[in-house]
């Protein structure tokens, strides 16, 4: 079993920052693409930012400049760095993995439990 941990989550006043961290954990054999998706009430899950296994990123237009994605695969950990924060960035964030399984090297996507972030205008 695998298992994604997230922390790094908590209310915060607008125009500051917050770090947001996903340590996957278990059976795994490699992690290929990781990403923080965000659902504020009453919308639809989005994709904020992902990562490649290799390094290159991606995010969505309306965190651009603000927000930025890292890994550290020794620790199949992603994080989220989220400067100049808005109170329309106000969702629980989810992290999300490629997880590889050992033996059989088939992939599977796996959610982390969801962290609240609050920004206070």
């Known amino acids: 079993q695998v298992q994604l941990v997230e922390s790094g989550g908590g209310l915060v006043q607008a125009g500051g920052s917050l770090r947001l961290s996903c340590a996957a954990s278990g059976s795994i054999y490699r992690i290929d693409d990781m990403g923080w998706y965000r659902q504020a009430p009453g919308m639809q899950r989005e994709l904020v930012a992902s990562?490649?296994?290799?390094?290159?990123?991606n995010y969505v237009d309306s965190v651009k400049g603000r927000f930025t994605i890292s890994r550290d695969n020794a620790k199949n950990t992603v994080y989220l760095q989220m400067n100049s924060l808005k109170p329309g960035d106000t969702a629980v964030y989810y992290c999300?993995?490629?997880?590889?399984?050992?033996?059989?090297?088939?992939?599977?996507?796996?959610w982390g439990q969801g962290t609240q972030v609050t920004v206070a205008s």
């Open positions: 990562i490649t296994n290799g390094g290159s990123a």
């Open positions: 999300n993995a490629q997880v590889v399984r050992p033996f059989t090297f088939n992939s599977y996507t796996k």
